[in-house]
């Protein structure tokens, strides 16, 4: 059994610019959950996708986007890049939507300059 | 939406001695209940769950009690030991599996 994969681990942009960051689910799960962290805080929910569609959004502006691919893995894109998206952005996946355990990923950890 | 608050937001302990953190949620929907440990640098690693047809639920050192009428929910470490240094974090879930996370407890063991 293969556990959540991130990619990058880090990333440095400057303000403007645009991201995306990659995550590979566990294997067998079909649903994936994004997550920004700042330092010192807990994990805030951005977006969820089951099966190749978002299935609810936290309170993320619009120039956050995902995607998920029929393999499940999961991208998320931020446009326009602000100082304060620097944070740690986490996935999880998990085998389903019925109160099932999320498995984090590592995490990416993102500087915006 | 959900709102999960968390107490302490840090706690110091001699080992041995146990630790207990405190959450509270909002919405009356909640029904799945994790609780996450996250070393530094590291993922979050679930150490326990609880769902809302159970008011008890424990794992060797760890429990977690949950009272749904007053909608909060605890962690119980005992026997303290220092690998037990970290964050802990609590979070609720409803119909839809999406997280809500509390801010935080830094637990310190202190040998």
């Known amino acids: 059994e293969t556990g959540v994969t991130q990619s990058p681990t880090h990333l440095i942009k400057t303000r403007g610019q645009q991201v995306t960051l990659r995550c590979s689910s566990q294997s067998g799960h079909n649903t994936v959950s994004w997550y920004q962290q700042a330092l010192g805080q807990g994990p805030q929910f951005i977006f969820q996708?089951?099966?190749?569609?978002?299935?609810g959004r936290g309170n993320f502006p619009p120039r956050f986007s995902g995607l998920q691919f029929p393999n499940y893995s999961s991208e998320l894109n931020v446009n326009a890049l602000e100082l304060d998206d620097s944070a740690l952005y986490l996935c999880a996946s998990s085998p389903g939507l019925a109160l099932d355990t999320q498995y984090f990923g590592p995490g990416t950890r993102l500087t915006v300059l | 939406g959900e709102n999960v608050e968390q107490h302490p937001s840090t706690l110091s302990v001699q080992e041995g001695d146990s630790a207990v953190i405190k959450c509270t949620y909002s919405?009356?929907?909640?029904?799945?209940f994790p609780w996450y440990k996250q070393e530094l640098g590291k993922r979050p690693q679930l150490i326990i769950d609880i769902r809302s047809n159970v008011g008890e639920k424990k794992d060797q050192r760890i429990a977690v009690t949950l009272n749904k009428t007053a909608k909060h929910f605890s962690l119980h470490i005992t026997e303290t030991q220092p690998e037990d240094s970290a964050v802990y974090f609590c979070?609720?879930?409803?119909?839809?599996?999406?997280?809500?996370f509390g801010t935080g407890t830094s637990l310190t063991v202190i040998p």
């Open positions: 919405d009356s929907a909640s029904n799945y």
């Open positions: 996708y089951y099966r190749e569609e978002e299935n």
């Open positions: 979070a609720a879930s409803s119909a839809g599996n999406q997280f809500y």
